[in-house]
C-alpha cells in the first residue's frame, strides 16, 4: 500500500518521457550489456542526476549528466528508466 | 640517452590531442594500426637527457572489451608495458574523466595525471586540492592547457620521475564492496592456482575483475574451466543479490570511489549555469533551424575544398604541363623514345594526377579541423543522425559521402571522423557511387551528344540520384550482411564549443596532406605506370603507320597495344551491355582517372587533339543510340572506381581484401544494372 503511494508519486518511466527542463533520477537501463556498459562509463549508474536540455520531439535528445552534455537518441533515451 | 615510452590516454574532447601536439611538436607520425581503421599516432620528444617516445592512443570512456578503441588503448598497456600511462583528464569535468582513471589505475602502470584545460576549470569556478588528490590516486598530477602550450616542462618532469620510479605497489584501489571483493578473492584463488605466464602478464586483480565483468577478451584468454566456473558462479550468486550484472554495478563503485577522491579535494564554487556553449547549441540543434545551419556549413566546406581548391589545383596542372613540355623537349621534336613517353606519358602524367589533389585534401582537412576542434562536428551528427541511421550509418558519415561528389580520394580519408569501424567500412566502400567531380567530364561528353537540350538537366540529375540511391542500398545491405551487428545506439558528447588554435590546425592539414602524398602517391604512381605500359605497348611496326596523320597513328598505337587488344577481348562480354571494342577500351583506360574514358574515347576515334568535344560527339552519335550513351554512363558512375580510389581504401580500410572487394562488387553491380537497363531498354526502341 505504501509502496503504491510511493511509486505514484515518482513512477518510474523511460527519460523519453521527461520535459525539457526537468530533472530525473537514474533508476536502471534496460538495454544489452554493450550499451548498458558504454552508458555506465559515461556516467549513466544508478542514482545520477540527469537534466534534460532538450527534448527534442523528434530526433535526438540532450541531455546534461555529471556536467556533461550528451545527445542521445531516442531509442536510447526510451531505454533508461528514471525516476 | 635513456628512452622512455609514454602512453597517452584520455576521453575523447580532454584535449589528449591538444597535449599530444604540445609534447611533440611537429615530430609526429600517423600511420594505421594493423589491420583497422583505426589511427596510431606516435611522436618524439626530447628532455634533458631522455628521448621520449609519445603513443597517443584512441580516445576512450572506459577500457572494456566492447570497442576496438578501447581494446587497442588496454592491449598496447598490458602487451607493450609503456614505461609511463598519461591520462589526460579534462580538468572542468574531473568526475566522468577520471572513470577512465580508476581503470587505468586497476592496470596498475606507472601513471601520471595531466589535468588539461585547467583555465577552464578555474572559470568554471572549480579548485583543486592537488596535493591530496594526488596521494588518494597515488600518482602524480600535472595541470597543463594543451592549446596554449602550458604545463609542458612541468608534465615532461613528472613523466620522467614516475618512469624512474617503475611500478610501485598500490594502497588505495578501487573497493568494489564487501559481495563483489568476496568473488573477486575467489576468482583471483582461482587464477592463481591456474597459469602463471598470465597472470605474470596482466595482474590477478585486473584479470579478476574483467573476469567478474564477463569481458569477452579475457574470458577467452583465460579460458580454464576450473577458473571460469568460479567466475560463472560468482556472476550469478551478484546477478542474484543485485538483480542487475556485475558489471553495472562495479562501474557504479568505480564512481563511488571517485567521487569519494573528489568530494574532499575538489570545490566548486559556481553552479552550472547557461553559458554560450548552450546558447549556440539552441540555434545549431534547434529543430527548425538545425538542418538549414548544417547544409549552409557544408556547402561552406564543399565549396572551400573545390571551388577555392581549383585555384592552386590549375596552378599544379599548369607546373605539370610544364614539366613535361619541359622533358619533353629533351628529345627531337617527333620522337618516337618511349623514355621520353615513359617520362612524359607515364611518370610526370601519374605525379602530377596525385599531387594535384593535395590542395582539395589540405583544403577539406583545414574545414574538417575547424568542424572538429570548434566542437561543431558532434551537432553536425546529431543533426543528421536520424536521415543517415535509417540506413545503418552514422550521422558524420554525411560528410565524406558528401565529398565524394567532388572526389572520391579526399573523402575516403574524410572518414577518419567516424570511430565506428564498421560505419567506416561501409561508408569508404559506397563512396564511389558518390558521382565524383571527374565523371562529370563524361558525362558532359555524352549528354549533349544524344540528348535534346530540354532533357539534358533531368538526364544528367537522373545519373546523380541513381547514385546516391544505390549508395544507399547499398549501405543497407552492406550493413544487413557482412557488417551485420547492432547499429551503435547514438550516444554523443557534445563538448563545449571552444576557439581552435591555428597551431592544432596547421598540424591536422600537414599530417594529413603528407599522410596523402606518401601513400597514396606511391601505390597510385605505380598503378599509372603500369597503365602506361599497357596503352603503350607492343607498338606497332613503323610501316603499319607510315602515311597516318598524327590522330590516326595515336589510334593504331593504342588499338595495337595491350589495352587495345584487351578492349577487343572484353568485347563479347560488354557485347550485352550495348559496348564495343572502343568502349571497352575507353573503359580500361578510365581505371587511372575517369576522366580518362574521354581522351582515350578520342584517341580510338581518330580525333585530333586540337578539334573541340564536338566532332567527338557527331562520331558517338553515329555509333551509338541515345540507349547506350546513357549505359556508357550508367556504366562509368557505377563501375570500377579509378586507382587513385582504390589506393586510398587500401590505406584506409587497411587491407587489399577491401579494395579486391569494392572493386568486383561495384563492377559486377554495374554489369548487372548495365545489361537490365540496356536489354529492357531495347525493347522500347
Known amino acids: 500500500m505504501v509502496d503504491k503511494m510511493v511509486a505514484a508519486q515518482s513512477p518510474i518511466r523511460p527519460l523519453s518521457l521527461i520535459k525539457t527542463g526537468a530533472k530525473a533520477r537514474l533508476v536502471r537501463v534496460d538495454a544489452g550489456r554493450g550499451l548498458n556498459n558504454r552508458l555506465a562509463a559515461l556516467g549513466f549508474v544508478r542514482d545520477a542526476e540527469i537534466t534534460v536540455v532538450s527534448n527534442g520531439h523528434p530526433g535526438p535528445f540532450v541531455v546534461v549528466i555529471k556536467d556533461v552534455k550528451l545527445a542521445l537518441g531516442r531509442g536510447v533515451a526510451h531505454k533508461i528508466m528514471v525516476q | ?685
Open chain 2, 1 to 685: 640517452m635513456e628512452r622512455i615510452v609514454v602512453a597517452l590516454a584520455g576521453n575523447p574532447n580532454s584535449g589528449k590531442s591538444s597535449l599530444f601536439n604540445l609534447l611533440t611538436g611537429a615530430h609526429q607520425h600517423v600511420a594505421n594500426y594493423p589491420g583497422v581503421t583505426i589511427e596510431r599516432k606516435e611522436g618524439y620528444c626530447r628532455y634533458r637527457d631522455y628521448e621520449i617516445r609519445v603513443v597517443d592512443l584512441p580516445g576512450t570512456y572506459s577500457l572494456t572489451a566492447y570497442s576496438m578503441e578501447e581494446l587497442i588503448a588496454r592491449n598496447f598497456i598490458q602487451e607493450e608495458k609503456p614505461d609511463v600511462v598519461v591520462d589526460v583528464v579534462d580538468a572542468s569535468n574531473i568526475e566522468r574523466n577520471l572513470y577512465l582513471g580508476t581503470q587505468l589505475i586497476e592496470m596498475a602502470p606507472p601513471l601520471v595525471f595531466a589535468f588539461n584545460m585547467a583555465d577552464l576549470a578555474q572559470r568554471r569556478g572549480l579548485t583543486f586540492d592537488l596535493e591530496q588528490l594526488s596521494r588518494l590516486l597515488e600518482a602524480r598530477i600535472v595541470p597543463t592547457v594543451g592549446n596554449k602550450g602550458e604545463g609542458r616542462t612541468a608534465l615532461l618532469e613528472a613523466i620522467v620521475q614516475t618512469a624512474r620510479e617503475g611500478r610501485g605497489p598500490r594502497t588505495h584501489i578501487v573497493r568494489y564492496g564487501g559481495e563483489i571483493e568476496e568473488e573477486l578473492a575467489r576468482i583471483e584463488e582461482a587464477l592463481s592456482r591456474s597459469d602463471g605466464e598470465l597472470v605474470h602478464q596482466y595482474g590477478t586483480r585486473w584479470l579478476a575483475v574483467k573476469l567478474l565483468e564477463q569481458d569477452d577478451q579475457i574470458v577467452a584468454k583465460v579460458g580454464q574451466r576450473e577458473v571460469l566456473d568460479v567466475v560463472d558462479k560468482g556472476v550469478r550468486r551478484l546477478r542474484g543479490l543485485f538483480r542487475d550484472e556485475p558489471e553495472i554495478v562495479m562501474a557504479d563503485r568505480r564512481y563511488g570511489f571517485i567521487s569519494g577522491a573528489c568530494q574532499e579535494t575538489i570545490r566548486n564554487s559556481v553552479e552550472r549555469r547557461h553559458d554560450a556553449s548552450d546558447t549556440i547549441d539552441a540555434l545549431v540543434t534547434n529543430r527548425v533551424l538545425g538542418l538549414p545551419v548544417f547544409l549552409l556549413l557544408m556547402y561552406a566546406v564543399f565549396w572551400s575544398t573545390f571551388a577555392l581548391g581549383e585555384y592552386p589545383m590549375r596552378g599544379l596542372e599548369w607546373l605539370f604541363g610544364w614539366l613535361a613540355a619541359a622533358v619533353s623537349g629533351l628529345w627531337p621534336a617527333g620522337s618516337e623514345s618511349w623514355l621520353r613517353s615513359l617520362a612524359v606519358d607515364g611518370i610526370i602524367a601519374g605525379v602530377g594526377g596525385v599531387v594535384v589533389f593535395l590542395p582539395n585534401i589540405l583544403l577539406l582537412f583545414l574545414a574538417i579541423a575547424l568542424l572538429e576542434d570548434t566542437g561543431y562536428m558532434a551537432r553536425a551528427a546529431f543533426v543528421m543522425d536520424r536521415l543517415m541511421h535509417k540506413i545503418g550509418l552514422h550521422g558524420k558519415s554525411f560528410i565524406p559521402m558528401l565529398i565524394g561528389f567532388g572526389c572520391s580520394v579526399p573523402a575516403i580519408m574524410a572518414t577518419r571522423i567516424l570511430e565506428n569501424r564498421r560505419n567506416r567500412l561501409t561508408t569508404i566502400l559506397v563512396i564511389p557511387l558518390m558521382s565524383c567531380g571527374a565523371r562529370l567530364t563524361i558525362y558532359s561528353l555524352i549528354i549533349p551528344a544524344f540528348f535534346a537540350p530540354h532533357w539534358r538537366g533531368p538526364v544528367m540529375w537522373s545519373i546523380y540520384l541513381i547514385g546516391i540511391i544505390l549508395a544507399v542500398v547499398c549501405a543497407k545491405l552492406l550493413r544487413l550482411t557482412i557488417f551485420q551487428g547492432e547499429t551503435m545506439p547514438f550516444v554523443m558528447e557534445l563538448p563545449p564549443y571552444r576557439m581552435p588554435t591555428p597551431r592544432s590546425i596547421l598540424i591536422h592539414m600537414w599530417q594529413r596532406g603528407w599522410l596523402f602524398l606518401k601513400k597514396a602517391g606511391t601505390v597510385i604512381l605505380g598503378i599509372s605506370i603500369i597503365l602506361w605500359v599497357l596503352a603503350t605497348f607492343p607498338r606497332p611496326e613503323a610501316e603499319h603507320r607510315s602515311g597516318l596523320d598524327e590522330a590516326q597513328a595515336r589510334q593504331v598505337a593504342l588499338e595495337h597495344s595491350l589495352m587495345g587488344r584487351v578492349g577487343h577481348v572484353l568485347e563479347p562480354a560488354i557485347r550485352p551491355l550495348g559496348f564495343d571494342w572502343k568502349v571497352g577500351t575507353a573503359l580500361i583506360g578510365s581505371l587511372a582517372a575517369k576522366e580518362v574514358f574521354v581522351s582515350q574515347l578520342s584517341i580510338v576515334y581518330a580525333v585530333h587533339s586540337e578539334d573541340n568535344a564536338d566532332v567527338l560527339r557527331e562520331r558517338l552519335r553515329a555509333n551509338y543510340t541515345p540507349l547506350v550513351g546513357f549505359c556508357i554512363m550508367l556504366f562509368c558512375l557505377i563501375s570500377a572506381p579509378c586507382v587513385s580510389t582504390l589506393a586510398m581504401t587500401r590505406q584506409e580500410a587497411g587491407s587489399w581484401r577491401w579494395v579486391v572487394f569494392q572493386f568486383v562488387g561495384l563492377t559486377v553491380l554495374a554489369y548487372g544494372i548495365t545489361l537490365i537497363v540496356y536489354q529492357v531498354g531495347r525493347i522500347w526502341m
